[in-house]
């Protein structure tokens, strides 16, 4: 009987937890900023695959480096008029988990020339990425350098 009413105890102040950590993820803006983050992840999810071939920490593979830069690519001209409303910034409290400067409003459209040089420097590493490992190694850090670009100006440090 102690035993269930612990476990019971310890079940209710999970729930609990779990309860607080989703009421602060509650703000108005909530699915635009998860909708940008997975792009994100996206743009990062394929220059891990493809930074592994570059550094040789993964045999190269003309394929599979070229969907990754496809993929890459096609992420980086995904229309995002919907990702980014105003107010959807790391400056209020309400946001959920957010890193977006409200810079990237204030400036506007000086972000923009941001995501264009992505798309550039990524349309060149995906003509490239299948043509050898020395073609993609070559191409890599017009990539690195537009994301650092962007997030240099644009996004908060990690808290
Ligand atoms: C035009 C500006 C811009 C460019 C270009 C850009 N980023 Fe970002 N990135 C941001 C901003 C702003 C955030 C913060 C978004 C938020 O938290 O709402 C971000 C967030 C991220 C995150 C965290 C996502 C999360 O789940 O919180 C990753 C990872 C990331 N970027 C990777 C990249 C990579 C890799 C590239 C280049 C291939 C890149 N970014 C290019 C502006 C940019």
């Not at 009413?5 to 509650?26: E, P, Q, Y």
């Not at 001209?77 to 409200?102: H, K, V």
């Not at 995906?126 to 850090?141: F, K, S, Y």
Request: hydrophobic share 45%; with cysteine.
């Amino acid at each position: 009987m102690i035993k269930k009413l612990l476990a019971l105890a310890i079940a209710t102040s999970m729930l609990s937890i779990g309860f607080v950590a989703t009421a602060a993820d509650k703000g108005p803006h909530d699915s635009a900023i998860k909708g940008r983050q997975a792009m994100f992840q996206t743009y990062s999810f394929n220059m891990g695959i493809l930074g592994a071939m570059a550094k040789e920490k993964v045999e190269y593979d003309a394929d599979k480096a070229s969907e990754a830069a496809a993929n890459l690519l096609a992420a980086a001209n995904f229309g995002q008029s919907a990702m980014w409303p105003a107010g959807s910034d790391n400056s209020d409290p309400a946001n959920g988990r957010t890193r977006a400067l409200p810079e990237i409003w204030s400036t506007y459209p000086a972000v923009v020339e941001k995501g264009d040089a992505l798309k550039k420097a990524a349309a060149v590493l995906a003509e490239q990425a299948g043509g050898g490992l020395g073609a993609l190694q070559g191409a890599m850090g017009g990539v690195g350098k537009s994301c650092k670009g962007c997030h240099d100006d644009f996004r908060a440090e990690k808290k």
